[in-house]
T-cell receptor, first 108, second 113 residues
Framework: SQELEQSPQSLIVQEGKNLTINCTSSKTLYGLYWYKQKYGEGLIFLMMLQKGGEEKSHEKITAKLDEKKQQSSLHITASQPSHAGIYLCGAGYGKLTFGQGTILTVHP | DGGITQSPKYLFRKEGQNVTLSCEQNLNHDAMYWYRQDPGQGLRLIYYSQIVNDFQKGDIAEGYSVSREKKESFPLTVTSAQKNPTAFYLC????????????FGAGTRLSVL
């Protein structure tokens, strides 16, 4: 079965700093999803990547899938307190496997 | 407003009791899913259903049961056989064909009294 490893497990940054979260798979990724979760709430869909080398952006968040389709990164530019939360990567078709999540704290 | 509604938001279970978590969607999605989230862990799939009256076990189905009598509803019962039920439960739904992005409800937090 597919396993997803996220790094780092937690991240504390000062407002305005850039940051990157990684998601590494034990197998080729066919459909990679990034979600954000506020503590005690549901997951909010951010972006989906399918093709090797694909890159998508939404506001200040950019997600990339490497050419070999085994690693994805989520990059936040000029972080804000509103970016704080748990970021999860998920992969698969239908049944999703999730990474353990990365807890992001942004200090004003 | 289209979306996924989970209820209740908080639920307490006594020992030996079965409890049912509700999940309703009005997105006309074909597939529905139940996940369990424990602190410091990602989501683990309990059950999923791709069509009415049919469902499949996920990775951690023991101690849980589901039904899918209507397209829009996918209730999860946590039975007394589930010895460690304290967790955050999330329901999701998606289209089956094409890009099947899963959309999530707000979750139910279950605790044991």
């Amino acid at each position: 079965s597919q396993e997803l490893e996220q790094s780092p497990q937690s991240l504390i940054v000062q407002e305005g700093k850039n940051l990157t979260i990684n998601c590494t798979s034990s197998k080729t990724l066919y459909g990679l999803y990034w979600y954000k979760q506020k503590y005690g709430e549901g997951l909010i869909f951010l972006m989906m990547l399918q093709k090797g080398g694909e890159e998508k952006s939404h506001e200040k968040i950019t997600a990339k899938l490497d050419e070999k389709k085994q690693q994805s990164s989520l990059h936040i530019t000029a972080s804000q307190p509103s970016h704080a939360g748990i970021y999860l990567c998920g992969a698969g078709y239908g049944k999703l496997t999730f990474g353990q999540g990365t807890i992001l704290t942004v200090h004003p | 407003d289209g979306g996924i509604t989970q209820s209740p938001k908080y639920l307490f279970r006594k020992e030996g009791q079965n409890v049912t978590l509700s999940c309703e969607q009005n997105l006309n999605h074909d597939a529905m899913y139940w996940y369990r989230q424990d602190p410091g862990q990602g989501l683990r799939l309990i059950y999923y259903s791709q069509i009415v009256n049919d469902f499949q076990k996920g990775d951690i189905a023991e101690g849980y049961s589901v039904s899918r009598e209507k397209k829009e509803s996918f209730p999860l019962t946590v039975t007394s056989a589930q010895k460690n039920p304290t967790a955050f439960y999330l329901c999701a739904s998606s289209w089956l064909a094409g890009v099947n992005i899963q959309y999530f409800g707000a979750g139910t937090r279950l605790s044991v009294l």
